[in-house]
């Protein structure tokens, strides 16, 4: 049953196991076209890279699954509900997070409680900043979380003091909060050590199989170690689909992006 379902997400007709659907999605800017006509499929549990060169329109297609803009046209089914109209935290409610480039981290605070304090916003519908009473079970969970996005050994740490890699780490932690489905990571390699790189990868390969994701990214490197399925954009269109071996070999893919053509 499983088996079929999954199938049919990968021919693109509507299933009910796909975490989300994009039908002919387009976002105009005045006269700009920044993504037209976007129509993929993303299964629960898929871990899907978004690649194409500055400018292809990468962000704005996150900013539309999120609702943080509305598409021109086009439909946005999540978790088999059309959420097209939908405001952001409603799809939030729904499973659905991001990262931002730019952080929200609260530098004042540890580690500990910025997680904390996201559980808490999460569990209780709003922010609140009630400090961590001993026995919570948000405490607990908020241990796992820095846990998973392996910071523990930093968990009263100051956010101000931390390594800017450390930073975007629990930026990833703060996105776990909750009960998510599907995350989408907006270049979360850009400005990391190669050694910050190889443990996003570890922290990336090892989330929850429940949990998808779909992560831009420029590193081609970490894009193809994290991703089972890539999605190519080019002028604000998909240009290629396939998994991360057929995108590295495609001469079409080779020519416009690893070319050189990509800033
Ligand atoms: N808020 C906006 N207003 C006007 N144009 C925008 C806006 N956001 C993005 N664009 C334009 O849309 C196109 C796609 O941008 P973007 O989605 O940021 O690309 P990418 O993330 O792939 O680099 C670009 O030409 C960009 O200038
Ligand atoms: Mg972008």
Same mark, same amino acid.
């Given at each position: 049953?499983?088996?079929?379902?999954a199938?049919?997400?990968?021919?693109?007709?509507?299933?009910?196991?796909?975490?989300l659907?994009? @039908?002919?999605?387009?976002?105009?800017? $005045?006269?700009?076209? =920044?993504?037209?006509?976007?129509?993929? !499929?993303?299964?629960? /549990?898929? @871990?899907?890279a978004? #690649?194409g060169?500055?400018?292809?329109?990468?962000?704005?297609?996150?900013?539309?699954?999120t609702?943080?803009?509305?598409p021109?046209?086009?439909?946005?089914? %999540?978790?088999?509900?059309?959420?097209? @109209?939908?405001?952001?935290?409603?799809?939030?409610?729904?499973?659905?997070?991001?990262?931002?480039?730019?952080?929200?981290? #609260?530098?004042g605070?540890?580690?500990?409680?910025?997680?904390?304090?996201?559980?808490?916003?999460?569990?209780?519908? @709003?922010?609140?900043?009630l400090?961590?009473?001993?026995?919570?079970?948000?405490?607990?969970r908020?241990?796992? #979380?820095?846990?998973?996005?392996?910071?523990?050994? +930093?968990?009263?740490?100051?956010?101000?003091? %931390? +390594?800017?890699?450390q930073?975007?780490?629990?930026?990833? =932690?703060?996105?776990?909060?909750?009960?998510?489905?599907? *995350?989408?990571?907006d270049?979360?390699?850009?400005?990391?050590?190669p !050694?910050?790189?190889?443990? #996003?990868?570890?922290?990336?390969?090892?989330?929850?199989?429940h949990? /998808?994701?779909?992560i *831009?990214?420029?590193?081609?490197?970490?894009? %193809?170690?994290?991703?089972?399925?890539?999605?190519?954009?080019?002028?604000?269109?998909?240009?290629?689909?396939?998994?991360?071996?057929?995108?590295?070999n495609?001469?079409?893919?080779?020519?416009?992006?690893?070319? /050189? $053509?990509? $800033?």
């Amino acid at each position: 049953m499983a088996i079929v379902a999954a199938t049919a997400g990968r021919l693109g007709s509507v299933s009910t196991d796909a975490a989300l659907e994009l @039908r002919g999605v387009t976002k105009m800017f $005045g006269a700009l076209a =920044a993504i037209g006509d976007v129509t993929m !499929t993303v299964r629960a /549990g898929e @871990r899907r890279a978004v #690649l194409g060169s500055n400018g292809a329109g990468k962000t704005t297609l996150f900013n539309c699954i999120t609702g943080d803009f509305l598409p021109t046209s086009g439909t946005i089914r %999540l978790f088999g509900e059309d959420v097209t @109209r939908f405001p952001a935290h409603e799809r939030i409610r729904r499973g659905l997070r991001r990262t931002y480039q730019i952080s929200l981290l #609260l530098g004042g605070l540890t580690v500990a409680d910025n997680v904390y304090l996201a559980c808490r916003g999460v569990s209780r519908g @709003r922010f609140s900043l009630l400090r961590p009473r001993r026995g919570d079970v948000l405490v607990a969970r908020a241990a796992e #979380l820095i846990e998973a996005v392996h910071l523990t050994a +930093s968990s009263q740490t100051l956010v101000s003091e %931390l +390594s800017y890699g450390q930073q975007r780490q629990l930026e990833i =932690a703060l996105a776990l909060a909750g009960a998510p489905r599907l *995350i989408l990571f907006d270049e979360p390699a850009a400005g990391l050590s190669p !050694t910050e790189r190889a443990e #996003l990868v570890a922290i990336l390969t090892g989330l929850p199989p429940h949990i /998808g994701f779909i992560i *831009i990214e420029h590193d081609m490197d970490v894009a %193809l170690r994290v991703a089972e399925s890539v999605t190519m954009m080019h002028n604000g269109r998909i240009f290629k689909e396939g998994t991360p071996a057929e995108i590295e070999n495609d001469p079409e893919v080779q020519e416009l992006y690893l070319g /050189g $053509g990509h $800033g």
